[in-house]
């Protein structure tokens, strides 16, 4: 109670106008206006090329897939061009880790029943835009992931599978807190399990 009434918590209903302006029930007025950062733009160039050769009693199969990234803009105030910032190959407060370049490479070679994998993912450096940080320094070097995978078929309808992703365990780059929000490093771009073994059987029918 204040003043002797009784005061209680309001939960009006919502509705959420293009996702961003949550109203109050009726005709009520805006209660939240979400501002979030959002990409004005990004162009680039994507490269990708396969390669086929029958080698050593087997077959040899190569594919690439890059991006070169040529520009990227953020806004992070809607409300005001004036504060658009320039992402192209940069880590800041306002930018998420873009580098000019990152590519997958892979290898397969296979022969009768059985198949062998290696994969190459590779992020490219990035420059840190910012107040010094000293995880961050003056930039973010470029990481490389490799991964093994073998496949045995047992039969028409069964196969193994054994694999390592990050096969030299590669610890990712570390982040100050006022960069990132998942903790000290950018969750879901960098690999972060480190060396990870599996396994697997399929059966098809």
């Given at each position: ?12 209903a ?7 302006v ?38 040899l ?7 070169q ?10 409300s005001l ?56 320094a ?68």
């Amino acid at each position: 109670t204040l003043a002797g009434a009784a005061l209680g918590l309001a939960r009006p209903a919502r509705t959420d106008d293009a996702r961003l302006v949550h109203r109050a029930e009726a005709a009520g007025p805006p209660l939240v206006v979400v501002t979030g950062r959002v990409d004005v733009g990004v162009e680039g160039v994507d490269v990708t090329a396969q390669y086929h050769t029958e080698i050593g009693g087997g077959r040899l199969n190569v594919a690439f897939v890059g991006t070169q990234m040529l520009t990227k803009e953020t806004l992070p105030v809607p409300s005001l061009p004036d504060t658009l910032v320039d992402c192209h190959g940069v880590k800041s407060s306002s930018c998420f880790t873009s580098p000019e370049w990152r590519h997958t490479a892979t290898a397969t070679y296979g022969m009768d029943d059985w198949s062998a994998t290696m994969r190459w993912r590779y992020i490219g450096e990035v420059d840190y835009d910012g107040e010094v940080d000293t995880l961050v320094a003056d930039g973010i070097d470029a990481q490389s992931y490799f991964d093994i995978v073998g496949q045995y078929y047992l039969g028409a309808n069964t196969s193994f599978t054994l694999g390592i992703n990050n096969f030299l365990d590669e610890e990712p780059p570390l982040m100050g807190a006022s960069l990132v929000l998942s903790g000290n490093t950018e969750v879901g771009f960098y690999d972060t399990l480190g060396r990870m073994v599996f396994a697997n059987v399929t059966l098809t029918y």
